[in-house]
């Protein structure tokens, strides 16, 4: 949903790579990124075909994951900007491949011909608005020390694509170079290789129909989050707050209405009476009185949230059995 430009990269190339290694190999060899053929016999065509279809089907699986991933930037700017990010990376990591290509035989003597196809160039470069946008939420630990967090997988596919190939480290780094200068505004190239926005109504009207999903009709509407999971947890927090309030709310009512007519001291003995003598002499021997219950401390977290003392939070929920309402309740009342 609101991601049409995602989807379409994420369809038309994965099919036509498809095709293109079962029905069709013959045609294979005009989508090869022969840089030789660029430099010299100035096939400029190859730029477009080589850099926008995969032949092998493991990149097209890595890329097309990596795209659905990256999905989220389309939502939160926009299909024309986040094209025209696309666009600046294509361009610039075109030129950062031909200028790593000469250095690399420069330097280490290595005459490279030919280069991974596919639309690596831009994957790669969007791996530079995740790292410094989405925020890190741990999901769990591995072995005590291993965090696992929301972004661990997408980085686990990129490396899975680094190394699919000999020469893909080329792109990956044109990429991350590319990335790095149109996140940064280095030169204004944002301003510079963006989409018109004329181009852009004219694909809202002819593509966006084709490629654009329904919404979903059972989520409710929320602030943006960096992921989906991250937006339902916000979604259960919020609700999970309004419950509390709703509660405290409630409870206050009763307690004007009824002016403190229930005996909680009656439920609730161990907490309010402990400095009570009559109490004290009546009071179980130590042998009969039972372990103290744990408590949670995300409940206790919440009581002290809604201002009562760490002490008599504890104290209610161990009364209460750690039944946050009941506790709740009878802090209100006292």
Not at 15 to 23: M, P, R
Not at 131 to 159: A, C
Not at 241 to 266: C, D, L, T
């Amino acid at each position: 949903d609101k991601a049409p430009l995602s989807k379409s990269l994420l369809l038309v190339p994965s099919a036509i790579s498809i095709l293109l290694s079962v029905l069709f190999q013959h045609y294979q060899k005009f989508f090869v990124y022969n840089i030789q053929a660029v430099k010299e016999d100035f096939q400029i065509w190859r730029l477009v075909c080589g850099r926008t279809i995969c032949l092998d089907l493991k990149d097209t699986f890595c890329s097309s994951l990596l795209i659905y991933n990256f999905r989220i930037f389309e939502r939160r700017y926009g299909s024309r900007k986040f094209s025209s990010f696309l666009l600046g990376a294509w361009m610039l990591s075109a030129l950062f491949d031909l200028l790593l290509v000469e250095t690399t035989q420069y330097i280490f003597g290595i005459t490279i011909n030919s280069l991974p196809s596919g639309f690596l160039g831009p994957v790669f470069a969007l791996f530079v608005p995740f790292y410094f946008s989405i925020p890190r939420v741990q999901v769990t630990q591995v072995l005590g020390h291993f965090s696992i967090t929301n972004k661990s997988l997408v980085y686990i596919l990129g490396l899975q694509l680094l190394t699919s190939g000999s020469y893909i480290w080329i792109l990956a780094l044109s990429g991350l170079l590319s990335g790095i200068c149109y996140n940064s505004s280095i030169l204004k190239v944002h301003r510079i290789l963006c989409v018109p926005r004329w181009v852009a109504k004219i694909f809202s009207w002819t593509l966006e129909p084709v490629f654009s999903s329904a919404e979903p009709t059972n989520e409710v509407r929320v602030g943006m989050g960096a992921t989906v999971d991250i937006q339902r947890q916000q979604r259960m927090e919020l609700l999970d707050r309004q419950i509390m309030m709703s509660q405290v709310a409630q409870m206050r009512r009763q307690r004007q209405q009824q002016g403190g007519m229930i005996n909680w001291n009656r439920l609730f003995p161990p907490l309010r009476h402990r400095h009570n003598a009559n109490y004290q002499d009546h009071r179980p021997s130590e042998q009969g009185i039972p372990p103290p219950t744990e408590v949670s401390e995300e409940q206790v977290a919440r009581l002290m949230e809604m201002g009562f003392s760490r002490g008599d939070a504890l104290e209610a929920l161990r009364a209460s059995n750690n039944d946050l309402n009941v506790a709740t309740n009878f802090l209100l009342q006292h």
